[in-house]
C-alpha cells in the first residue's frame, strides 16, 4: 500500500509513467477506458464512413475519404498496441465487435454508449450522404482535435506519445472537411447543410460528456485529465462556431 500511495502521489505531482509495472489498478482501469474509449470510437467512426466513400463527387473527394477510413483504422491501431502492453488481445479485441452498427436516423440524442463497445454516443447514428458526412467530419473532427490536444498531455507517456504522433493526422482530416464543405456551400443548397449540422451539433456536444467534480480531482491527481469536460466542450463551441460563419453557415443557438 506505501508503494502504491507513493505512485500515487508521484502522479499527483506531475510525474509520469512509462510502462504498465507498478500501475496502481484505478489508475489502470480508467487508463484503459481512456483507450479503449478512443479505439472503439475510431473504428467505428472509420466503419460508419466506408459506405460513403463512393457518394463523394469524384475521385479526389473519394480518395480524400478512403484516407481518412484507413487513417482512423491506423489511428486506433497504434492506442490498440499500448493496450496491448496491459494484456489485451488486440486481435480478438477487432474482431469481437460490430463497429457499423447503427440507430435509427430519428433516435433521439442520448449520451447512452453502445451495448457492444466504449464507442462515443456520437457514433451510434447513422450518416446520410455526402454533404451530412462532411458536415459531421468537420464537427466531430474538431472535437477530437481538442480532445486530442487534452489526451496528448496524459501521465502515461507510451499513450502520450501516441496521442501526439495521432494528432496532426486528425488535424488534417479537419482541413479535408473544411474544404469539402466550403465546395458544397458554393454549390449551393445551404439549408440541407444547415439541417445536418443542426442534427450532429447536439449529438458532438454530448461527446465531452460530464463528470462529476469527485471524478475530475482522481483523474486530476492520476495526470489523466488536465481540464474539465465542460472547459472543453466550451472551447469546441466558441471555435466551431467560427469555423462555421467563415464557411456562412449558422451553428445552433444551444449549445
Request: glycine share 8%; net charge negative.
Amino acid at each position: 500500500m506505501a508503494d502504491e500511495m507513493s505512485i500515487e502521489s508521484y502522479l499527483a505531482a506531475g510525474g509520469v509513467l512509462s510502462n504498465p509495472t507498478n500501475v496502481p489498478p484505478r489508475y489502470r482501469a480508467e487508463l484503459l477506458k481512456l483507450m479503449a474509449t478512443f479505439v472503439d470510437s475510431a473504428l467505428a467512426g472509420a466503419a460508419g464512413f466506408v459506405d460513403i466513400i463512393n457518394e463523394g463527387p469524384g475521385i479526389k473527394s473519394r480518395m480524400a475519404a478512403a484516407r481518412i477510413v484507413l487513417e482512423k483504422t491506423s489511428n486506433a491501431d497504434r492506442v490498440l498496441q499500448v493496450m496491448a502492453d496491459f494484456g489485451a488481445d488486440t486481435e480478438r479485441y477487432v474482431d469481437h465487435h460490430p463497429w457499423t452498427a447503427r440507430l435509427p436516423r430519428e433516435a433521439a440524442v442520448d449520451t447512452a454508449r453502445s451495448k457492444h463497445d466504449m464507442r462515443l454516443a456520437v457514433f451510434n447514428y447513422p450518416i446520410e450522404g455526402w454533404a451530412d458526412a462532411v458536415v459531421m467530419n468537420l464537427l466531430m473532427g474538431r472535437a477530437v482535435a481538442i480532445q486530442l490536444a487534452e489526451l496528448s498531455m496524459v501521465s502515461y507517456q507510451p499513450l502520450a506519445e501516441a496521442f501526439r504522433a495521432i494528432a496532426p493526422i486528425e488535424a488534417d482530416h479537419v482541413r479535408l472537411a473544411n474544404e469539402g464543405l466550403a465546395r458544397l456551400v458554393q454549390e449551393g443548397g445551404t439549408e440541407m447543410l444547415q439541417e445536418s449540422i443542426s442534427y450532429w451539433w447536439p449529438r458532438v456536444a454530448m461527446s465531452f460528456g460530464s463528470e462529476s467534480a469527485e471524478k475530475l480531482d482522481m483523474l486530476t491527481g492520476f495526470g489523466l485529465r488536465h481540464r474539465s469536460n465542460g472547459d472543453l466542450r466550451a472551447r469546441w463551441i466558441s471555435e466551431t462556431r467560427a469555423a462555421l460563419r467563415e464557411l456562412g453557415l449558422d451553428a445552433p443557438e444551444a449549445g
